[in-house]
Each structure stands twice: as C-alpha cells, then as structure tokens.
C-alpha cells in the first residue's frame, strides 16, 4: 500500500536523477523538467494541509480532480440512458435538436417508454379524428375589458431570460427568430436590451422586483422611465413578476464585477456596483395596492395588455389577490404560472429541489380558483414549466392554459447542450455567458432559423396529435382527454384524478374541510397575511 501511495512520486524522483545525470543531452532536458515539476508537486503535496487525498496520495491524488471535472460530460455521452431526465433526457434533447435544425423527428420500432410504469401518460385518441389545422391558427387574444391595445398570441412563446444571463449573441437570435416565427420573445428582469430590439420581434417586458429598466436611482418604480420604455410599439404586454420557479421567493445578485456597461446601461443600474434584486416589491404591500399597481402600468403603457408571472406558494396568498380583484374590480389580462421545475440559472439548491410548486398543482390550483372566483373568462392563463413537445403543450393546455412559454426548449434550439454550467460563465456554446469569444461560437442568423424551426414543428406536431384526438383547435383540449397510468392494471383521466371546480364555486356556501374552501376563507384582500 505504502509503495501504491508514493509510487508515483518515487518514479518522479528517480527520473529527475537519472535524467540530471545525462544533462545536457537532448533528450534528458524535457524529461528533467517534466520529472522535476512533478517532484515539486509531490513533496508540496505530502506537506500542504487542505487536501487528505492529497497528502496520502502524492501527485496522482489530483486525478480526482480531473475526473470530477470531466463527470458531467462522461455520464452525458457515455452512461446517461436516453430516458434519463438530469434535468432533460437525451431523447427529449433529441427531438428539439431535430427539430431545430428541421430534420425528420420520427422514430422507428416502438417506443422506449415504459408504457405500464405508473405515471405514464397518453392523450386519449377518438376513432374520428379531425383534419389537422394550420399551426399559424394557434393563436389568441390577450386582453380583457380594459385593454384597449390586445395581443394576439401564439399559444408557444419564449419565456423569460435577462439578458446578462444569456449572451447577447443568444438574445438576438432568440429575438430574430421569434420575428420570423411570429411569436413573442419575455425580456426576463433584467430588462430590454438593445439586442432584444435589433430584429423587432414581439416583446413581452417583465417588471421584477428590481424595476430594471424603470427604476429611480434609489431602486424604486419610476412612472416616467416605465411610460417611455412600454409605449415603444415593440413591447406587446407588460408582466409583473411576483417569483420564479427557479428560486421563488428570493432576491438575486449580479456581483459588481459582472456590471458592465452594457448591462449598467440595459438595468440602469451603477457600473462597477452590485445589482441587487430585492425578494419582494417595494411598489406595493397588499393585493389591493397590487392590482392598482397593475391598473397604474396599464394606463403608463396605453392599454397594452398587463399581467403578471408567478410559482405559486402559499395558497391564501394568490387567492387575497384574487379577492383584490373582485374588490377593486381591477382585473389582469393575464397570468402567467410557473413551476418550481423551472429555471435557466443558477439557484441555491435547496430553493432548486425544496421551494415552490410545480406547474401542474400551480396551473390547476391557479386555473380552478380564478373558476370558483368567476373570473376565468376574463383572464388568460399562461403556463411554464420543461416545455419540449408538442405533448407538453398539449397536458399543460388540458390541465388550465390558454398558452404555453418555454425557456430551456429555446436554449436547446440556439445549441444548449446541457453542461451545466450556466452560472459559471463558462458557457461552451456561447449561450449562458458574456464572454465575447465564447459567445462567438453562437451564429445568430443560423440560431435564429433554428428558432423558429423549433417553434412551428412543434405547433406541427401539436396539430397532428389534435387531430387524432378529433379536435380542430387547442382551446378545445380538457382533462377528459389526458390520460395517466395509476397501477399496474388502471389508468384514469386527469378529470377523475383531480378537483376541479364549477363556476362561482368559491362564493358559494362549501365545505370548511374542502382544499379550496379553507384557503379560501383564510385570505385576504387587504393583506398577504393569514385573515382570522
């Protein structure tokens, strides 16, 4: 064991000997200093105090290192199974790149889904299947009663990613091929950037908790600085975000040496300062104050469509905003849930894996309580959440939407080969990262093309699944039509798996022990608080 352990600095130590002993042959000068550097390494191994490993195992202890560096690429090429979901699998990272890049996404022999392992799923086909429709039909309108500039949307968009934390290279293609697409580009927080306005694609300006880009120097809402920037005519809908599924409920920072002048002049921030996202807003403190915030950016932005993006968490908190509504008579035009299974970036991990509700509760509890509310038909519902395919349209439509954004999709269309790394601006596609030669690597005219690939074959495919499911348009898809496998011997409708309630429900006289009713009765208009 004792010559396993030191063998490799015992054979560094001898060659650096015997090789100074031929010095100054030829060949003797590169194998001295090889052998001399590796005999420094070792000694200073067997005597620094930080590393166990090292100081046991001199020299070949930093192979570990170097394998725990690589891990990530040798499990993605060489042992994860194309099902392996870390967090997308290979088959779903597949099919967007066939997509993308417009080849055949079809696939022979059967599928390699387990189709009786429990949580299966299956769209239920009718024996009289429908014509497809056009895809480019796959639109609706977006703004209610008091919207006097509506949008209309495709039901697949681009969620929201700032720029800063994607180059500027995938910001212009993302936005490229959202114009030649004809669907909307999210700014994400961080605000619009000059490369979110060179090719004019729809834009849809999320408002954080940061006010980037309508902020006063002490980092509150700026009314004039908002008014400017949401009446450009390439801005569609303004969308206030309350949290994120990456990280609900908390803050972030852009440390000072990421501020650069670009990003400084994009947030409107200081160069050279930390950016600080605050965890909550400073323009409001109530769900009444909120849903005059919301009338105050629709009157600032001219009628346009006003909404705003949430993952949803404590249950009484979105119903008092739903009582705010009521009360004040002031409605969204929009909603927009997030699952927690969401994000682009970087999070702590517990706020990863522990924080937050995942789309389908956040889109069936938001969806049935805007029904038990009576207010469903007058706000549109916009869901986010690992949207790949045509069939995660398609669940995620039955489930409550009206339409559907994607983020991490977009990113495999502009190249994203899942490294992991997107917080370490170390990118290697040049897509998560702002260093100018890395993100050289991303080409935007192609990224761009690639784009809207993905977009209009996806809506192709959803088209083709409709049609077997015998409907003409997906406002038309319910929760009698997805299907899931529950045991080894049944499966069941996601009409019969889950509550869904009736209109007006929720003003109605129900049981106390009933979910709905009892946060229900604990919310409150005039306060984010438990009411008593």
Not at 157 to 171: D, E, P, R, T
Not at 207 to 218: E, H, L, N, V
Not at 298 to 317: A, D, I, N, T
Request: charged share 20%.
């Amino acid at each position: 064991m004792l010559l396993t352990r030191f063998s490799a600095l015992a054979v560094a130590i001898i060659t650096m000997i015997v090789s100074g002993y031929y010095l100054p042959h030829v060949w003797a000068i590169p194998m001295f200093i090889v052998a001399a550097a590796l005999t420094f390494v070792g000694l200073y191994d067997l005597t620094q105090p930080v590393h166990s490993v090292r100081r046991n195992y001199p020299i070949i202890g930093h192979l570990r290192w170097f394998f725990e560096e690589i891990r990530p690429e040798i499990r993605q090429y060489m042992i994860e199974g194309d099902q392996d979901k870390t967090p997308f699998s290979r088959s779903q990272r597949s099919l967007v790149y066939a997509r993308a890049k417009d080849e055949v996404s079809d696939r022979a022999f059967g599928t390699l889904l387990d189709v009786y392992e429990n949580g299966y799923e299956f769209i239920a086909h009718s024996v009289r299947s429908a014509p497809p429709t056009d895809p480019a039909k796959f639109r609706l309108r977006i703004g209610g009663e008091s919207c006097t500039q509506p949008y209309s949307s495709s039901i697949l968009n681009i969620s929201a990613i700032s720029f800063g934390s994607l180059s500027a290279n995938a910001i212009r293609a993302l936005n490229k091929g959202a114009a030649l697409g004809g669907f909307a580009h999210d700014t994400g927080e961080g605000s619009i950037s000059p490369y979110h306005r060179e090719a004019g694609g729809d834009l849809i300006w999320e408002i954080g908790s940061g006010y980037f880009g309508c902020r006063t120097a002490d980092g509150n809402f700026d009314p004039i600085q908002f008014e400017k920037q949401a009446r450009n005519a390439q801005v569609k809908m303004i969308e206030v975000k309350l949290s994120q599924g990456a990280k609900p409920g908390h803050g972030g920072i852009l440390p000072a040496e990421k501020v650069t002048p670009e990003i400084s002049q994009t947030r409107g921030v200081p160069t050279g300062e930390d950016c600080i996202s605050p965890a909550r807003h400073r323009a409001f403190s109530t769900p009444l104050e909120f849903t005059h915030f919301l009338s105050e950016l629709r009157r600032l932005s001219g009628g346009k469509p006003v909404g705003f993006k949430l993952c949803v968490g404590q249950p009484w908190e979105f119903m008092g905003i739903v009582k705010a509504m009521r009360e004040s008579g002031v409605l969204p035009d929009f909603i927009v849930v997030d699952g927690a299974e969401g994000g682009t970036g970087a999070s702590p991990a517990e706020f990863i894996d522990h924080l937050g509700m995942p789309l389908r509760e956040g889109l069936l509890f938001v969806h049935n309580t805007l029904v038990g509310a009576g207010l469903r038909n007058r706000i549109r519902v916009g869901a986010a959440g690992k949207i790949v395919s045509a069939f995660d349209i398609a669940a995620t439509l039955a489930l409550g939407a009206d339409w559907t954004n994607a983020g991490r999709g977009f990113m495999f269309a502009l190249g994203c080969i899942q490294s992991l790394t997107c917080h370490t601006n170390r990118c290697p596609v040049g897509v998560a990262t702002q260093d100018p030669l890395r993100q050289r690597a991303l080409v935007v005219p192609d990224k761009a093309e690639r784009v809207a690939n993905f977009h209009r074959n996806t809506l192709l495919a959803l088209s083709d699944m409709l049609a077997a499911a015998g409907l003409a348009q997906p406002s038309m898809i319910g929760p009698h039509h997805l299907v899931r496998r529950v045991s080894p011997t049944e499966v069941r409708m996601f009409s019969q798996l889950h509550t869904f309630l009736e209109d007006g429900d929720l003003l109605r006289k129900r049981p106390e022990q009933d979910f709905y009713s009892a946060a229900w009765s604990l919310a409150r208009a005039d306060s984010f608080s438990i009411g008593q």
